[in-house]
């Protein structure tokens, strides 16, 4: 009879598929508990190393809830599939690492698998961690093993079946996981390979800026071709950059360290606190992790070079700034050629004070012809921030804007937004708008504007001389 | 064009551009809300739309047809204040008191949507607001005297 058949071929493919996984399990024991090592047992130096590489992988970010304690865990991180929660890499011996070896943090790393043998999922982007040299690894295990150990356990994930198997993971291993430590390329120099090193590694760039498929592993086939996450979109870092103005190595140093560069604008949502660690790096590394990323943008598009005549005006406007206080209104008239328009009266009235107004950034609002965000793929991250703004920085002196989600109603949001698209780009008018309107504002995609709370305050004087 | 301010409705004649802030204080005379910065980021000009506190300096008034707003006029008068108005006399919560308007409208709203306010709450939910005088604790205390008296049933409990 055909189910009875059924049923067996069934089992036959059940069982060799069980005998697959047990092979693969069979790879993963347990690593031996071992008693929490003491702070003091560890090199200083490697302590200290390990904080600078903390920074560049931005392990606090995930791994700290929101004003949670630093390291503790509890952080949702919201993926297509479901919540995955962040877990406690402070020492705590029974909810953190506290009883990890050495051994047992760098299999971590480098294939994704807990202490216990268990399988972690690639939200924890052990994909490029697995590049980490040994070194790197034990610098990491010296700065986490010496923090305040916090009680805090672990909060359950919320997938669906069959990804609340963790075995399943390593059927993507296999498939997306290319285990081993980076393995420098002769063709070119240690600083070009030093980028390479921390980008695709510890710096995890790719994990939000390069697309993913299906299954959720990065398409290597677009590697930099830009993504989506946690409501906003990671630009493209290759030739597909929206950017108006091209970056360049200078540029980036400064974005990155500062959180914003007065051609390009201002580090947003979860980029915002990605770039509030980076202060901490050392220059070296912050000057070779610019480098490589300017390089894959290298090729932009000769006609965007146009747009460079813009980033002068911002210039010119930061420059009389003090003595023309009476701009922004002046300026403002600009947008009497479309009066009619909803959109047009709305920029002028609420947007043009500030953003065609006497001060550039950080005092000021970047001109507007200037930011990848009105010329970016999808309206998303445009509509975030007319929404909720750019919220304080504590204690530095960081771009701020006010949000607008309690002045303007959906439908004069996304008129607003069609409007900017159509003045500020060369683009063609996003389909989208309504539903991305819709979607922030219901937080269907968790549009978090996060401030980056520890990015370094921005020295007088320097706004301009750093981006040339 | 046609606004709605505390419950009344006014035609006025002037560009739709403008900023509400303009219009309450230059042409209804209502000087409740104060020009702070211009900018939206010290919070003085802080009126209500729909229940939601705004920036009154960066809000053109194009975008407000149809909805309602509430200036600090509207909650109550010197004869019969809010309890917002009273907690904010009582615990002598104003120094210069340039700030305070703003603050009461966004501590107003607040305590509308969420009478249960934590003290968290209070803090974030103010977050944009500056004060240079210093009488945050004050402030604070005057909220938390407010809540008590617009929410009887929790008086007891949060002394």
Redesign the interface.
């Known amino acids: 009879m055909r189910p009875l058949k059924f049923a067996l071929a069934f089992c036959v493919v059940l069982a060799v598929a069980a005998g697959i996984l047990a092979i693969i399990i069979a790879r993963w024991p347990a690593i031996a508990p071992i008693a929490p090592p003491a702070a003091n047992s560890f090199d200083p130096a490697s302590v200290k190393r390990g904080a600078a590489l903390v920074a560049i992988g931005n392990c606090d970010v995930c791994h700290t809830a929101p004003g949670g304690r630093a390291f503790a865990g509890g952080r949702a991180v919201p993926t297509p599939f479901g919540s995955i929660y962040s877990t406690n890499i402070t020492p705590d011996p029974e909810t953190g690492i506290g009883r990890w070896s050495k051994a047992a943090f760098q299999r971590a790393m480098r294939f994704g698998v807990r202490r216990d043998g268990a399988y972690l999922y690639p939200a924890f982007p052990y994909d490029h961690f697995t590049l980490v040299s040994d070194d790197d690894d034990n610098a990491l295990y010296a700065y986490l093993m010496t923090r305040t150990p916090v009680r805090a356990p672990p909060v359950p994930d919320r997938l669906p079946f069959p990804l609340n198997i963790r075995l399943v993971m390593s059927g993507w291993n296999l498939l997306f996981l290319h285990p081993g430590p980076y393995r420098a390329d002769a063709a070119h120099d240690a600083a070009w390979n030093r980028g390479v090193y921390l980008v695709d590694g510890l710096g995890h760039c790719g994990a939000c800026h390069t697309p993913r498929n299906l299954l959720g592993a990065e398409r290597t086939d677009l590697k930099f071709s830009g993504g989506e996450v946690e409501g906003w979109t990671a630009y493209a870092l290759n030739e597909l950059s929206p950017a108006p103005v091209p970056w360049n190595a200078a540029a980036l140093r400064h974005y990155l360290r500062y959180g914003w560069e007065d051609s390009h604008g201002v580090a947003r949502g979860p980029m915002a606190e990605v770039a509030g660690d980076l202060h901490l790096i050392p220059a070296d590394d912050m000057r070779a992790i610019a480098m490589y990323v300017a390089e894959q943008m290298n090729h932009a598009a000769p006609e965007r070079d146009v747009v460079v005549q813009g980033v002068e005006r911002q210039h010119q406007r930061g420059q009389s700034g003090a003595a023309a206080s009476g701009d922004g209104q002046a300026n403002?008239l600009r947008a009497t050629d479309t009066k009619n328009d909803?959109g047009a009266?709305?920029y002028?009235?609420?947007c043009a004070?500030?953003h065609e107004g006497p001060r550039a950034l950080p005092d000021g609002g970047i001109d507007l012809m200037l930011t990848s965000a009105i010329g970016g793929p999808s309206a998303n991250n445009l509509v975030n921030i007319v929404l909720y703004g750019l919220?304080?920085t504590e204690a530095a002196r960081a771009p701020?804007?006010?949000g607008?989600?309690?002045?303007?109603n959906d439908a004069?949001v996304a008129a607003l937004v069609r409007y900017l698209r159509a003045r500020f780009s060369d683009k063609g008018p996003w389909t989208d708008i309504a539903k991305s309107v819709h979607d922030a504002r219901s937080r269907a995609r968790f549009p978090a504007a996060s401030p980056a709370s520890v990015v370094e305050p921005t020295p007088s004087g320097t706004a301009q001389q750093a981006s040339q | 064009m046609k606004l709605n301010v505390n419950g009344n409705q006014h035609d006025v004649d002037v560009d739709p551009r403008t900023p509400l802030l303009y219009v309450l204080r230059g042409d209804l005379k209502l000087i409740a809300a104060k020009f702070g910065c211009g900018l939206g980021q010290c919070g003085a000009c802080t009126v209500l739309v729909d229940g939601e506190p705004v920036f009154s300096c960066i809000t053109p008034i194009a975008l407000l047809a149809d909805k309602q707003i509430t200036t600090l006029e509207g909650l109550g008068t010197p004869e019969r204040p809010a309890p917002i108005q009273r907690a904010f006399i009582e615990a002598q919560a104003a120094q210069c008191g340039y700030c305070i308007p703003g603050i009461m409208m966004r501590a107003h709203a607040l305590l509308q949507k969420n009478p249960r306010a934590s003290e968290a709450d209070i803090r974030a939910f103010l977050e944009p607001h500056l004060c240079r005088c210093g009488t945050h604790m004050r402030i604070l205390r005057a909220i938390h005297r407010a809540q008590a008296e617009m929410t009887p049933a929790n008086a007891g409990g949060s002394g």
């Open positions: 403002a909803e009266v709305t002028a009235g609420a004070g500030c919220p304080a701020i804007m006010p607008f989600a309690g002045a303007m004069q």
